[in-house]
C-alpha cells in the first residue's frame, strides 16, 4: 500500500538540572532511570492532552548501558514512570549524541507512518558510569594502528585539534568559555533555564535536597582565573577543566508528534524536524564532527548555513567549537546565533543526554524569536562522528 | 545499654513560587532494614535542627519526612529496659512531647510526608505536623503501642482521635494494635483522614512540595470532616469489652489508651500530653511492657536466626513426597506446593485415600486463587505439580520426603523402612509426628543420620512455629537443609531436642493434667476455663482440647504419662470423654455436653478451688515443667520455650511467651528459688 511521510514535531523539550558526576554530585544517590522517569513524567505532564496510552515508543540513549542504565531503559521507564505496559520502549547508543540519535530514530518512525507520537532522550549519569565503563577495546585497534591511542582520551583529541589548528589558540579557548559562562549567567538571571529544567527532589547523604540548577556553571570565571588552570592532557597543554565541558549527571527528553497527532490531540509543536545528518572523522580528532554532519544535512535540505539562525553546538571544547565557528565564518568570540543561551561548558555534558538539552535550548529560542525560522543542533562524538539536525520554528 | 543508633534530623531548603521551604529529612544513617527510630539522641537532634530552622531567614514552611522506605518506627526499644523508674519514664514522655509541640507551634505550615513505613513516635511525629501527605507505597501505618504494653505517648492517643474521631482512633490504637499488631497501607490512612493526599511513591516528595506551594498559594484546600465524639462512651465501652474479652485485664496498657481516648474530644493537647506523659510514666516500667518488648526481639530477630543451627549450605530440595494423604499429609503438601512451588508426590495406600488427598488439595489452592493469593492463570500449572501415587517407586527422586501416616511407632517405622528401598542415599525423612521418638524411628534404617523431626501445629498454613528435632544420628546436613526447608515454607523454625512430645505440647499437656485435676475434684470446666483465661492462651483449656480433639490429647498425653509417670497422668474422664467419641467436653449450647455430663465422675463432696488456686497450681506445674526441660537441654534456653509458646501456642506477648510471667508473677522463684531471667 502506498504511503506518504509524515512532518514530524518536537512538541516539548525538558531536562534535569545536570549535576557535577562524583560523590560530591547532587545525583550521586539516585538512579539514572529514576532521572529518565522523572523526565518522562515532566514532558507527560506539561502536555496534559497527550493520553499516555498514545506513546507508541519510548526511546533512550545512555553510552553505558549497564547496572541503572542497562536493561533496555527505554522498556524499564515505560514501567516504572507508570506508562500503561503496552508503550514499547527502546534503548540506543551513539556514545555523546545518543540522545540525539534517539530522537532522530523516534522522528524516523514517526515520519514513515511507524508511530504518531514517541519520546525520546538520553541520559548519562557519568558518576555512576565513568566514560569508558566496562569496555573491552578490541585489540586490532591498537596491533593494527586503526586509531592513534590518544582515540579513546577525549581531552587528548582536544588537544590533537590544537595542533591541527595551531591558530587557536589557548588563549582563544579561555576566552570563548568565559563569554560560554557569561551568557549562561545571563540566562539564568533571565528566567530561561529555569524553563527547560524539572527540579527533582533526590536523596543525598545530607537528606532530600531538591535539585533544580545545575552544579557546573561558574558565573564568576574570569581570564585570569583560567589562564592558571592546569592541563590535564599534556604537558603544556591547552585543554583544561575550565575550557572543557566536564563529567556530569543529567537526563533530557523530547516529545514528538506527527503533524496529525499534534491537530488530533492539541498539542503546540514547537519546530518541525527539517533533516538530520551523522558523519564520521577520525577519531583522535573527533571534535571536527560537527563540521562534516553540518555540511551533509544542509547539503541534503538544501540550504546554506546562513539560512539558520541559531546554531545550537554541544561544546565538549572550546577549541572544537572555535574550529566550527571558523570553518562556517562565525564571527569570533560571541555571534550571536551560537549558543546563545551558554552551552556545555557552562552546564555540563552528560554525554548521551545532551543531544536533547540542544533541542530544548533551540526550541526556547525560537519561542523567544518569532522572527527566527531555522536552526541547527549539532555535535561531536566520541570515536569520531559527528551529528547534525536542522529545525524549523514551528511557533508561529 | 545498648546505645542508640541516633535518627538524624537534616535540614535543606529549596526556594519555590511560594518562598522558601524548609525539608527535614529523618535519617539514621543506615538502609531501611534500620528504620528510623527515636531515642533521647534522635530528640535532640530534631531540637538542633529546629533551632537551625528558627535562625534560617524566611522559611515559609517545613516538610519533614523519612529516608528512602521509612518514615519513621517510633521509640527506640533497646532503651525501654533501661528505664528503671517512673520519674525516668516520664521524663521520656515529656522530652518527646516538647519537642513535637515545637513543631506543632510552629508559626507557618507543617507538612509530614509519610513516605515509608510509619508507627509509633513516627506517626506521633507526623500527627504534629499541620498537614500529611502519605505515598500509596506505604505498607505499614500503626500505632503498635499497646501490643506492646505502651500507650501512643508521645501525642497520639490524644491527637488521633482529635483529627479522625475516636472510632478510627480506637481502631488503630486498640484493636489492630491487639489483633497481632495489623498494620494498615497508605490507602487506608488517607482513606482515614489521617492523611490529607495520597501520592504515588515515584514523584512523592515533589507532589508533597507543590501541596505545599500550593497550601502556602491557597490553591490547595484541606478539608476535614468534624470529629464525632457523640457516642464516644458507647464506642469505648465497646473497645474495653473486647479488650477484656482478650487479656482479661492482665495488660494494663489498653486501658490506659481508652481512657485517655475517652476524654480526648473535651480535653485541651496539654491536658492529654499530661495524661499520656503519666500513662507512660506507669507503662514503660511495668512488667507486661517488658515481656512485651523482650517478646518483641524474639519474634523479630531471634527468631530469624534460630539458635544451634549447623553452619553449611543446605541441599537442594528440588521434588517433595508427602507420605499418607490424610488431613495432615493434604494440609503440608498444599504447603510446599504453596511455598515452593516443586512437584510434590503424595503417597498413601489406597486410591480414594490419594483421591480424598488430591481432592483437598485442589479445593484448597483453588481457594488461594479466589483470594488472590495465587494467580488464577497459574493455578492449573501448579496444580499439574502434584502427582498422586500407590507406589513408593515414584518417590524415588524425591529430595524431601515427609511422612504424615497415623502416629503409631511400628507404623512409621515400617514406611519409613520400606521407602528407604527407593530413595537416594541423599534424600531427606521427615517425620510429622507430635510425640514420638525420632530416634527410635530411625534406629532400624540404613542411613539413620537423614532422619528428622517436623513438627507443625494445627492449623499448618497459619500457626508459624516448626519445631524441629534432632534425633540421636541427625547429622548437620540433615538438619541445615531441614532449616532452610522450613524458612522456604514460611514457618520460624526452633530446634528441639528428641524429648517426649517435644515444647509445646509438653508444656499444655502438663497444665491440662492440672486442669483435669481440678475437674476431677470437683470444680466445673467452666469454672476452669474462667479461671484460666487470665494466663492470656488464646482460649481456654477445654476450649483449646476440643479445637485438638480429646483423641489426639490424650494420645498425646501417653507418650508423657509413659515417659514421666510421676507428672503426667490420664484423667479416667478424658479417658470417658475420647471412649464415647466426643468432639468436646461442652455441647453446641455451650454447656457441658449432657450425655457427657451423665458418666462424669467428680469428687463427692467437690473439693472447690478458688481461681488464684487454679492459675497457682497450674503455673506452678508448668514452671516445674519448664525448669527440667531446660535441664534436660530440650532447647537452647528459656527464650527458645517462649518463642514456641508464643509462635505455637498462640500465647501473648505481654507475658512473654511464658517464662517472662513465671518470673513477674513470682512463680518462678516459688518453685525454683531463682527466676528464668536473672536481673543482669
Redesign the interface.
Known amino acids: 500500500m502506498a504511503r506518504t511521510l509524515n512532518e514530524v514535531y518536537l512538541v516539548d523539550a525538558v531536562r534535569t538540572a545536570f549535576g557535577r558526576a562524583g560523590q560530591k554530585g547532587v545525583f550521586w544517590s539516585t538512579r539514572a532511570d529514576d532521572m529518565v522517569?522523572?523526565v518522562i513524567?515532566a514532558l507527560l505532564e506539561r502536555n496534559p492532552q497527550l493520553p499516555p496510552e498514545r506513546v507508541d515508543d519510548n526511546v533512550w540513549a545512555a553510552t553505558t548501558q549497564m547496572g541503572d542504565q542497562g536493561l533496555t531503559m527505554g522498556r524499564t521507564t515505560v514501567m516504572?514512570?507508570?506508562l500503561p505496559a503496552e508503550v514499547p520502549g527502546v534503548s540506543i547508543d551513539r556514545m555523546c549524541a545518543g540522545g540525539m540519535t534517539a530522537a532522530c530514530f523516534a522522528a524516523s518512525e514517526i515520519a514513515v507512518g511507524a508511530a504518531d507520537i514517541c519520546i525520546a532522550g538520553g541520559v548519562e549519569h557519568m558518576g555512576h558510569h565513568p566514560m569508558g565503563q566496562g569496555a573491552d577495546p578490541n585489540p586490532r585497534f591498537m596491533a593494527e594502528k586503526l586509531v592513534d591511542p590518544s582515540a579513546l582520551n577525549m581531552g587528548a583529541t582536544a588537544e590533537n585539534l590544537h595542533d591541527m589548528f595551531p591558530e587557536i589558540t589557548k588563549e582563544e579557548a579561555d576566552q570563548y568559555a568565559m563569554y560560554c559562562q557569561q551568557k549562561a549567567k545571563k540566562a539564568w538571571d533571565e528566567g530561561k533555564i529555569q524553563k527547560m529544567i524539572v527540579?527533582?527532589?533526590v536523596?543525598t547523604e545530607?537528606?532530600?535536597?531538591?535539585a533544580?540548577r545545575d552544579e557546573q556553571p561558574r558565573p564568576e570565571t574570569t581570564m585570569e582565573g583560567l589562564r592558571d588552570l592546569r592541563t590535564p592532557f599534556r604537558v603544556q597543554g591547552r585543554v583544561t577543566a575550565g575550557n572543557s565541558s566536564g563529567l556530569n549527571d543529567g537526563a533530557a527528553g523530547v516529545l514528538l508528534a506527527s503533524a496529525q497527532a499534534c491537530e488530533e490531540l492539541g498539542l503546540k509543536p514547537k519546530m518541525r524536524l527539517v533533516n538530520y545528518a551523522f558523519a564520521g572523522v577520525r577519531p583522535e580528532v573527533m571534535g571536527l564532527g560537527p563540521i562534516p554532519a553540518t555540511k551533509k544535512v544542509l547539503e541534503r535540505a538544501k540550504m546554506k548555513f546562513d539560512d539558520l539562525d541559531f546554531v545550537e553546538l554541544n561544546e565538549a571544547f572550546a577549541v572544537q567549537a572555535i574550529a566550527f565557528m571558523n570553518e562556517f565564518g562565525m564571527k569570533k568570540m560571541d555571534d550571536p546565533r551560537l549558543n546563545p543561551y551558554g552551552g556545555a561548558i557552562a552546564f555540563g555534558h552528560p554525554l548521551a543526554s545532551s543531544g536533547c538539552r540542544l533541542m530544548a535550548h533551540l526550541a526556547l529560542l525560537f519561542e523567544e524569536n518569532p522572527g527566527a525560522k531555522y536552526g541547527l543542533t549539532t555535535m561531536c562524538v566520541g570515536l569520531g562522528q559527528g551529528g547534525a539536525v536542522i529545525w524549523e520554528n514551528a511557533t508561529g | 545499654m545498648p546505645e542508640e543508633l541516633v535518627t538524624q534530623f537534616k535540614d535543606n531548603y529549596v526556594e519555590t513560587e511560594a518562598g522558601k521551604i524548609a525539608i527535614v529529612t529523618m535519617d539514621n544513617g543506615e538502609d531501611y532494614r534500620k528504620p528510623n527510630t527515636f531515642g533521647l539522641g534522635g530528640i535532640a537532634s530534631l531540637n538542633a535542627c529546629l533551632d537551625r530552622i528558627a535562625e534560617t531567614q524566611d522559611v515559609k514552611a517545613m516538610i519533614l519526612t523519612g529516608k528512602p522506605f521509612i518514615f519513621a518506627v517510633g521509640a527506640d526499644l533497646n532503651q525501654v529496659p533501661e528505664i528503671k523508674t517512673k520519674e525516668e519514664a516520664i521524663s521520656v514522655a515529656r522530652a518527646g512531647h516538647a519537642a513535637f509541640k515545637r513543631i506543632m507551634d510552629l508559626p507557618y505550615p507543617t507538612v509530614a510526608a509519610i513516605n515509608g513505613a510509619v508507627m509509633g513516635g513516627g506517626l506521633e511525629i507526623a500527627l504534629a505536623c499541620d498537614y500529611r501527605t502519605i505515598s500509596t507505597g506505604v505498607t505499614a501505618v500503626a500505632f503498635p503501642e499497646c501490643f506492646i504494653g505502651l500507650i501512643p505517648g508521645w501525642g497520639g492517643t490524644t491527637l488521633l482521635p482529635k483529627l479522625i474521631g475516636p472510632e478510627k482512633a480506637l481502631q488503630i490504637i486498640i484493636t489492630n494494635a491487639l489483633n497481632n499488631n495489623r498494620m494498615i497501607s497508605g490507602r487506608e490512612a488517607y482513606e482515614m483522614g489521617i492523611a490529607d493526599r495520597l501520592y504515588e511513591p515515584v514523584e512523592f516528595l515533589d507532589d508533597t512540595i507543590k501541596f505545599t506551594v500550593g497550601v502556602l498559594n491557597g490553591t490547595e484546600k484541606v478539608e476535614r470532616p468534624q470529629p464525632d465524639f457523640s457516642n464516644v462512651d458507647a464506642l469505648c465501652d465497646a473497645a474495653q469489652a473486647a479488650v477484656e474479652a482478650k487479656v482479661h485485664g492482665m495488660a494494663p496498657a489498653p486501658y490506659r489508651a481508652i481512657e485517655i481516648i475517652r476524654k480526648a474530644g473535651e480535653i485541651s493537647v496539654d491536658e492529654g500530653f499530661a495524661l499520656e506523659d503519666e500513662a507512660l510514666g506507669d507503662l514503660i516500667i511495668s512488667d507486661q511492657c517488658r515481656a512485651s518488648v523482650y517478646s518483641f526481639d524474639l519474634v523479630q530477630r531471634r527468631a530469624k536466626r534460630p539458635v544451634g543451627v549447623p553452619e553449611g549450605a543446605p541441599l537442594a530440595v528440588n521434588k517433595v513426597g508427602v507420605l499418607g494423604a490424610g488431613l495432615m499429609g493434604s494440609q503440608l503438601a498444599t504447603l510446599f506446593l504453596r511455598r515452593m512451588t516443586v512437584p510434590i508426590v503424595i503417597k498413601d495406600i489406597k486410591q480414594e485415600f490419594v483421591d480424598k488427598g488430591l481432592n483437598y488439595i485442589q479445593t484448597e489452592m483453588t481457594k488461594q486463587a479466589e483470594k488472590g493469593r495465587i494467580e488464577k492463570t497459574r493455578l492449573p500449572w501448579m496444580l499439574s505439580l502434584v502427582k498422586g501415587t500407590l507406589d513408593y517407586q515414584d518417590l524415588a527422586d524425591c529430595d524431601f520426603i515427609i511422612e504424615a501416616v497415623l502416629e503409631d511407632m511400628s507404623l512409621k517405622k515400617k514406611v519409613f523402612a520400606e521407602l528407604e528401598e527407593y530413595v537416594s542415599e541423599t534424600a531427606i525423612l521427615a517425620t510429622n509426628t507430635s510425640s514420638l521418638s525420632i530416634t527410635q524411628m530411625a534406629s532400624d534404617l540404613k542411613r539413620p543420620q537423614r532422619v528428622v523431626g517436623f513438627h507443625f501445629f494445627n492449623p499448618v498454613a497459619v500457626l508459624p512455629l516448626l519445631e524441629i528435632i534432632r534425633g540421636e544420628k541427625t547429622d548437620d546436613q540433615t538438619l541445615v537443609t531441614a532449616f532452610d526447608v522450613a524458612r522456604k515454607i514460611g514457618k520460624r523454625a526452633v530446634l528441639v531436642k528428641d524429648a517426649p512430645a517435644f515444647v509445646v505440647n509438653r508444656l499444655l499437656i502438663r497444665m491440662m493434667v492440672v486442669q483435669w485435676d481440678l475437674v476431677d475434684e470437683g470444680n466445673t470446666f467452666k469454672e476452669v476455663d474462667e479461671a484460666l483465661a487470665k494466663l492470656g492462651a488464646p482460649m481456654p483449656p477445654f476450649v483449646l482440647l476440643a479445637l485438638v480433639g480429646p483423641a489426639i490429647g490424650m494420645h498425646a498425653c501417653e507418650t508423657l504419662v509413659e515417659a514421666f509417670p510421676d507428672r503426667y497422668h490420664i484423667s479416667e474422664n478424658l479417658r470417658k470423654l475420647v471412649e464415647m467419641g466426643k468432639g468436646s467436653v461442652y455441647g453446641p449450647d455451650g454447656n457441658v455436653d449432657e450425655e457427657y455430663a451423665k458418666v462424669l465422675k467428680v469428687a463427692d463432696p467437690p473439693k472447690k478451688s478458688t481461681p488464684q488456686e487454679m492459675i497457682d497450681r497450674t503455673c506452678e506445674a508448668v514452671t516445674d515443667e519448664i525448669a527440667r526441660m531446660l535441664e534436660e537441654g530440650v532447647v537452647a534456653g528459656p527464650e527458645e520455650i517462649d518463642l514456641c509458646m508464643i509462635l505455637g501456642a498462640g500465647y501473648p506477648f505481654w507475658n512473654g511467651g511464658i517464662t517472662k510471667a513465671l518470673d513477674y508473677l513470682g512463680y518462678s522463684e516459688k518453685v525454683l528459688g531463682r527466676k528464668f531471667h536473672p536481673e543482669k
Open positions: 522517569v522523572k513524567r516504572l514512570a507508570g527540579p527533582m527532589t536523596w545530607n537528606g532530600w535536597r531538591v533544580d
